[in-house]
């Protein structure tokens, strides 16, 4: 699905994604990632919902965000509490969807100028 903002204005937004894949600013990206409205985690350790831990989400707690959304791939998937604690700890909501629903939450949140961070994984 192609998705289309009214305005980017410098700021990471989704663009598509599809079957094991995500667009931003038109850019493809077809592994686990963390996106920001001001940058990207490209090389975000996570590689997909079986082997998630709180090891990968301790880095984002301190990126000042108020929300993040967790996209578990296709499906929805609840991880144990957990592995959710560091952010809850650091009191970011987490908001658990699946890859494209946390896509279109994102642009939403984004546009709001909410400090939102959308953490994917794309297996």
């Known amino acids: 699905m192609k998705l289309q903002l009214a305005e980017l204005s410098g700021q990471n937004a989704f663009t598509g994604y599809g079957p094991g894949y995500v667009a931003i ?13 001001d940058r990207l985690i490209t090389d975000w350790p996570a590689t997909g919902f079986d ?27 609840f991880p144990r509490p957990e ?13 658990v969807m699946d890859v494209p629903a946390a896509c279109r939450t ?15 994984l794309l297996e």
């Open 83 to 95: 592995i959710l604690r560091p952010l809850i700890e650091a009191r970011i909501g987490v908001e």
């Open 106 to 120: 994102y642009n939403f949140l984004m546009a709001e100028d909410r400090k939102v961070g959308a953490a994917l």
């Open 25 to 37: 600013n038109d850019v493809r990206h077809v592994s686990s990632l963390v996106v920001l409205p």
């Open 51 to 77: 082997s998630l831990a709180a090891a990968h989400l301790e880095p984002l707690a301190g990126l000042g965000l108020e929300i993040l959304l967790l996209g578990t791939g296709a499906q929805i998937r």
